[in-house]
């Protein structure tokens, strides 16, 4: 039996046995101290402060447990790379969360926290992350801080009706679960690397990215019917498919879409300001500087630094960044039995242009227009 790995799951312990706290006296022999440790399913309500001293723990798991919080002092344990606090009655992480340097695996699913703190994004290790099964409102924009983050699940948190594509696009997310959220639309930019991909059960989405399309199955055609949105056209940009009168709401920061074909170069000046913003953005990070707010103008100008792009361009070979205007396109399958909308986003129509080269002979237009109503 490994001695470094105890196992004390499914023992109905109440608190954490006292025994771990005699490993504090064999630090001069690091070879038998415990680096892992299992408590899963039973009735601790608390992590006692003396469990921090045991500084070799590596992997802690306290799923199905009665634990409520969470120390402020975990961070203590220096060389924590995998905690495991799945389905308990945890309400909120401590602010001290981003000081546990090592963290890269973090699962919290199964609780009750309503918010992420903002210092979430200081866990610059973390490559997994599970906060499924809450009562999640919105993601904080801090969480795309987390540039080694590969595996992200946020499904069954009801409320969450926004991913921001900071997030959405992080550069090693492979993973990305949504399911039975409230999301209003499927953010337009997304990982080139990602391969798996949940989150077409969100019964309010009309339409799905072009970017999508290779996750998608014609089975979730069958999926519960659409709700409709409690908001209007004043809040958001929709726009109207003609073929079967559905309404598309696009991302939001849109301000005005083109048609394809159109004329060239109609992206204005202020999104080719705000995309060298966001190619200087990655040696010098401006949306996290307060004071720009108090220095711009309009609130909105830095409300679109600190979302960044509201999506990328489909043509892959290109994938520019896209803020308020760009040329949009809504296609459907050439002999498809399928009735999905698949809607497409370009940084210029010479994009769109070669993306219809390229596919054309697989996908219609679809006509819209602009809703005015």
Same mark, same amino acid.
């Given at each position: 039996m490994n001695k470094t790995t105890l196992h004390w799951s499914y023992?109905? %312990?109440? @608190? $954490?046995?006292? @025994?771990? %706290?005699? =490993?504090?006296?064999?630090?001069? #022999? =690091?070879?038998? /101290?415990?680096?892992?440790? =299992?408590?899963?399913? #039973?009735?601790?309500?608390?992590? +006692?402060?003396?469990?921090?001293n045991v500084t070799t723990l590596k992997f802690i798991h306290l799923a199905g447990n009665n634990l409520s919080a969470i120390p402020e002092e975990m961070y203590l344990l220096e060389n924590l790379e995998f905690l495991d606090v799945s389905n308990n009655q945890i309400r909120e992480l401590p602010k001290t969360i981003g000081l546990i340097d090592r963290l890269q695996r973090f699962n919290i699913s199964g609780n009750e926290l309503t918010e992420l703190p903002p210092e979430i994004g200081a866990l610059k290790q973390l490559e997994e992350l599970n906060?499924?099964?809450?009562? /999640?409102?919105?993601? +904080? $924009?801090? !969480?795309?801080? &987390?540039?080694?983050?590969?595996?992200?699940? !946020?499904?069954d948190n009801a409320d969450i009706w926004h991913i921001p594509e900071r997030i959405s696009n992080l550069p090693s997310l492979q993973s990305l679960s949504a399911d039975r959220c409230a999301l209003f639309y499927l953010p337009v930019a997304l990982s080139k690397f990602i391969n798996h991909i949940r989150i077409f059960h969100n019964t309010s989405i009309t339409h799905v990215p072009m970017i999508y399309e290779k996750f998608f199955q014609t089975f979730y055609d069958n999926r519960a019917k659409v709700t409709p949105l409690a908001v209007t056209h004043r809040s958001y940009f929709w726009v109207l498919e003609r073929e079967t009168n559905t309404r598309l709401l696009l991302p939001f920061g849109t301000r005005r879409i083109f048609r394809v074909p159109?004329? @060239?170069?109609? $992206?204005?000046? =202020?999104? @080719? &300001?705000?995309?060298? $913003?966001q190619y200087l953005a990655r040696y010098m990070p401006l949306w996290q500087n307060v004071a720009l707010k108090h220095m711009l103008p309009e609130k909105f100008i830095y409300d679109h630094i600190v979302n960044g792009p509201t999506g990328r361009c489909t043509l892959f070979k290109c994938s520019n960044p896209l803020y308020t205007t760009y040329y949009f396109m809504a296609v459907k399958r050439r002999g498809s039995t399928s009735k999905q909308i698949f809607t497409c986003y370009f940084c210029s129509n010479l994009c769109a242009n070669v993306w219809l080269g390229e596919n054309g002979k697989k996908y219609y237009q679809l006509d819209w227009e602009v809703c005015d109503d």
């Open positions: 023992l109905n %312990f109440k @608190d $954490v046995p006292m @025994d771990l %706290f005699l =490993y504090e006296d064999l630090e001069e #022999n =690091y070879s038998i /101290l415990p680096s892992k440790v =299992y408590l899963k399913e #039973n009735f601790i309500t608390t992590i +006692p402060k003396w469990l921090l906060i499924s099964k809450n009562h /999640l409102k919105r993601l +904080p $924009v801090q !969480l795309s801080e &987390c540039q080694r983050l590969n595996e992200l699940n !946020l499904s159109s004329l @060239d170069n109609q $992206v204005t000046l =202020y999104d @080719d &300001c705000l995309r060298a $913003v």
